[in-house]
């Protein structure tokens, strides 16, 4: 008979493995068992979606996110709460609805649990870590997939343990440890080696109109990865990662993030990469507000920190205000700067108190893999219970 680590011998059903580990750990030997359980609560979210652009025709889908969440507590100065939901998703083409069971798919959405005092927090499992004052063009999309013309917000996690303290002077420190995250995560170009530790830490702490913060990540890119679409051989693989960021209230709202990563290639060779974004927003006092949002992004890769060259120049601008207490116009413009193009998407939304009806027309570039490639149209209805 084949142990559990034989069957699941591949990367992909390794993390199947992990994930099915990860569930029993937190539902069966859970400290949840040995805590007193004050609060059990189910919840979900319930979208359908349909979408025709010039680069898939029609689609539409459906996805059911359920939700069950409990907490508890040791003691009066410890408290224990975790999170189990559930990412059910099918969809198909216009043309042919068979496809909607051959496309069914259920995945772990998030599974974590909590532990947490007065000034402390460890989280464990799969779960949404993301950070950063960008809104638009993110270069701290490090760990997420975050959308912002998806009024979803829909993300996959990442396995990790993350701890959180609190400092009186209103200072915090992040310290995480991530394992078993093997697919391209936020801005990557290169696979993580999915069987070593990834590790960082980010401080964030006050200054005068506003807060920064520092942080640090360390990962192992995946060589085979590599190779197949690196010409050059990967003799070491280690990534460190520097950012910088703050965000400041002076009147108008402004703030800039600012990362480094260093991969090394060899004892000799590094692949430097640069991301800057800066941007500011400002709401008029125009009717109800009109909410003006802009950003600008670089890009820069390299042998060397003074050798880098911009591959990615893009500005982004975001109008948004209401026409009634339920309804809200957006609109998200991106100029690519290297390619000479602009990129609007307009978008309609009404929101209830559990429902929510979105319309996005959009003409984006072909090139990403997204349901906003392409020129098209999107409806979007979320129910929330």
């Not at 034989?6 to 994930?19: I, T």
């Not at 998407?345 to 003409?363: E, G, K, P």
């Amino acid at each position: 008979m084949k142990s559990l680590k034989k069957l699941f011998s591949d990367r992909k059903d390794k993390r199947r493995y992990m994930r099915t580990t990860l569930v029993f750990v937190l539902l069966f030997v859970s400290p949840l068992h040995f805590a007193s359980v004050n609060a059990f609560e189910h919840q979900g979210q319930v979208s359908l979606w349909g979408v025709y652009n010039d680069n898939i025709d029609g689609q539409m889908g459906f996805r059911y996110i359920p939700e069950v969440t409990w907490s508890g507590s040791i003691s009066d100065a410890l408290t224990i709460d975790a999170l189990l939901s559930l990412d059910i998703h099918t969809h198909t083409t216009f043309d042919s609805f068979k496809e909607v069971g051959d496309n069914f798919d259920v995945d772990l959405y998030r599974a974590w649990g909590r532990l947490s005092g007065d000034r402390y927090e460890v989280r464990l499992g799969l779960q949404r870590i993301n950070f950063g004052p960008a809104r638009i063009l993110r270069s701290l999309k490090w760990f997420d997939q975050l959308d912002p013309r998806d009024p979803l917000n829909i993300t996959d996690g990442v396995y990790a343990l993350l701890g959180r303290y609190y400092f009186l002077n209103n200072s915090n420190i992040w310290i995480w440890g991530l394992y078993g995250n093997d697919d391209l995560k936020g801005l990557e170009t290169f696979k993580t080696d999915g069987d070593r530790v990834e590790y960082g830490f980010r401080y964030e702490f006050p200054v005068p109109k506003g807060e920064m913060a520092f942080t640090y990540h360390n990962r192992r890119v995946d060589k085979h990865w590599w190779s197949r679409i690196q010409p050059d051989i990967l003799m070491g693989g280690v990534e460190n990662r520097y950012a910088i960021d703050g965000s400041f209230d002076i009147g108008i709202g402004l703030w800039f993030e600012a990362a480094f990563s260093e991969l090394k290639k060899d004892s000799s060779h590094s692949l430097w990469t640069r991301h800057l974004t800066i941007g500011a927003d400002y709401t008029f006092d125009i009717g109800p507000g009109v909410h003006i949002l802009g950003e600008h992004y670089l890009r820069s890769t390299g042998s060397g920190i003074r050798e880098l060259e911009t591959d990615s120049r893009i500005s982004a601008i975001s109008v948004d205000f209401s026409t009634s207490v339920l309804d809200t116009i957006t609109l998200i413009a991106y100029y690519d700067w290297q390619k000479d193009e602009l990129y609007p998407n307009l978008s309609w939304q009404r929101t209830y108190d559990d429902w929510l009806i979105n319309v996005t027309a959009f003409h984006n570039s072909c090139d990403t893999e997204s349901v906003y490639s392409g020129t098209g149209i999107m409806c979007t209805i979320l129910y929330n219970y």
